[in-house]
């Protein structure tokens, strides 16, 4: 028996298909199939007399087959108003499995225990995540495996469930804004990051100490403390919107939500410099970030939701089974992007209110590039180029880079 876990955000999603504004069946991704659903396709579907032009094989790689996509990177086996033609001929079970579970993750951490999530590259995934104050509620099944159970020597630590506890009760402390309590966890696990991976009983006590220091407000003092600059976000945005156009002129077929995104920064541009490279903009990007109006808007938008931020984060850690790997890495990540979701969403505010599909969007677009496996080293490149652009490395340390980035963001909060 394995148990799984999945939150409700999850069990809630349903694919929306035809209404879907990014369907993932044309937006130029590799779909692969395996050997038993590309031999159905082949030999039993009622569509078998074209399946043997639609399908390549890949012998050099783990995948058994992919689709051809057509011109413009859609799957050939879609209507034109956006329907499965494998759905509506041969029926939902006999869809491929790549197709079938999109965008639903099971990740195994270790052998008896699977968590269930979704994706962000799908904007409805975004949308059951985010705009659910309850989505982060787990629930628990029992399932049996068939076969032999798969071997995986993973265990989690034992310090598992408080140091997860501790990353959650600061996001949620009550009266703190998500800038506090972000950088609350930055220097939390910084102050814990020696006893990663420790046995030892210590790392409990440690735990606990940091958390007397939490309540005790300390963390929220220096952030309090520190000097704020728009000059380090407009920076920052700066180097991301470098990534990202490097990133789009490479892969020129794919990423139209990114694409039509950075569009939209575009129309905020005087004529003459509609056509420069976005990134080369800094203090055209300082001005925008620092426009009160769109800052007021950001700020009454978010307060409608005030979950949006805090399962964003917490969805993260799943994501990235924190504390698996590095600690910090973790409040990077999270740091990082928050910085560069809320600087396009200030973007967007410059003469209007922000609206629920602009929060799709702005966090849409960027995870769907991260299913290109170029996009993994996104914000290791980022931080390289932030840190060079301001010297930060040298004077802090490579790893205070991100908390020096969120207490810029003071004055705006
Ligand atoms: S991106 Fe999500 S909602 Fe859109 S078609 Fe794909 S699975 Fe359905």
Redesign the pocket.
């Given at each position: 028996m394995r148990q799984l876990l999945f939150p409700k955000y999850y069990r809630d999603?349903?694919?929306?298909?035809?209404?879907?504004?990014?369907?993932?069946?044309t937006?130029n991704y590799e779909i692969t199939i395996n050997k038993e659903d590309y031999q159905f396709m082949l030999y039993k579907s009622k569509l078998k007399d074209e399946a043997k032009n639609i399908f390549e094989r890949t012998p050099d790689r783990e995948t058994y087959a992919r689709f051809k996509l057509d011109e413009k990177g859609h799957c050939p086996l879609i209507t034109h108003d956006?329907w499965c033609r494998v759905y509506i001929e041969d029926g939902e079970d006999h869809l491929p499995h790549v197709c079938k579970t999109?965008?639903r993750i099971a990740d195994p951490r270790g052998t008896t225990l699977v968590d269930m999530s979704l994706t962000l590259?799908?904007?409805?995934?975004v949308r059951k995540l985010c705009f659910d104050p309850d989505a982060l509620t787990f629930y628990e099944r029992k399932e049996r495996v068939k076969g032999k159970m798969p071997k995986n020597t993973y265990k989690r630590p034992a310090y598992f469930k408080t140091i997860r506890e501790l990353v959650r009760d600061i996001l949620y402390i009550s009266d703190a804004s998500f800038e506090e309590s972000l950088y609350t966890v930055g220097v939390a696990l910084s102050s814990l990051s020696s006893y990663e991976n420790s046995e030892s009983k210590d790392v409990f006590e440690a735990i606990a100490q940091v958390r007397d220091q939490v309540a005790q407000g300390y963390p929220r003092m220096m952030f309090q403390q520190q000097a704020s600059s728009f000059m380090h976000q407009s920076v920052f945005l700066s180097c991301c919107m470098e990534r990202i156009e490097i990133f789009l002129v490479h892969y020129p077929d794919s990423n139209r939500r990114l694409r039509h995104l950075f569009g939209e920064f575009r129309k905020l541009l005087p004529e003459e410099l509609r056509t420069e490279p976005l990134h080369k903009l800094s203090s055209l990007w300082l001005d925008k970030l620092s426009n009160p109006q769109a800052l007021k808007r950001y700020h009454s938008y978010i307060k409608k939701h005030p979950q949006l931020w805090n399962n964003y984060a917490l969805w993260q850690a799943n994501d990235m089974d924190f504390p698996k790997s590095v600690w910090q890495v973790y409040s990077t990540r999270v740091i990082f992007l928050y910085v560069y979701f809320r600087c396009c969403l200030i973007l967007l505010a410059q003469d209007r209110e922000l609206t629920d599909d602009d929060f799709v969007l702005v966090v849409q677009s960027l995870h769907t590039a991260f299913h290109n496996q170029n996009m993994v080293v996104f914000m290791k490149q980022v931080q390289f180029g932030f840190d060079h652009c301001l010297d930060l490395a040298t004077t802090t340390g490579f790893s205070l880079t991100p908390l020096i980035l969120l207490q810029t963001m003071k004055s705006s909060v």
């Open positions: 999603f349903k694919c929306i298909g035809p209404a879907c504004e990014d369907n993932c069946c937006t956006g999109y965008p590259g799908c904007p409805e995934a």
